[in-house]
């Protein structure tokens, strides 16, 4: 079984920096692309940042030059540093991961955490 959890989350003042993880943890053979959404009340989950098993990335265009994400694979960890927080920015991260299992290591499911939430307010 393959667990994904966040961490990092909190209150964070307008023009303040938060960094999220993400820590996989279980069987795993391989994590492939992983990314972060968000969602915040009302609205719909969306991509926020990307990146591939080659550290190919893509960020939501909003936040692009504020947050960066990487990945420790050692340690079976995805990042979001997130800078120059904006109210709008304000929702619960979800970590998300494409993770090939030693009992299946050529076929890469979809993994899910349970989500950190993220206040950016004054």
């Known amino acids: 079984q393959v667990q994904l959890v966040e961490s990092g989350g909190g209150l964070v003042q307008p023009g303040g920096s938060l960094r999220l993880s993400c820590a996989a943890s279980?069987?795993?053979?391989?994590?492939?692309?992983a990314g972060w959404y968000r969602q915040a009340p009302g609205k719909e989950r969306e991509l926020v940042a990307r990146?591939?098993?080659?550290?190919?990335?893509n960020y939501k265009d909003s936040v692009k030059g504020r947050f960066t994400i990487s990945r420790d694979n050692p340690k079976n960890t995805v990042y979001l540093q997130m800078n120059s927080l904006k109210p709008d920015d304000a929702a619960v991260y979800y970590c998300n991961a494409a993770i090939a299992t030693l009992a299946r290591r050529y076929v890469a499911m979809d993994y899910w955490g349970k989500g950190t939430l993220v206040t950016v307010s004054s």
């Open positions: 990146i591939t098993s080659t550290n190919s990335i």
């Open positions: 279980g069987s795993i053979f391989s994590i492939n692309a």
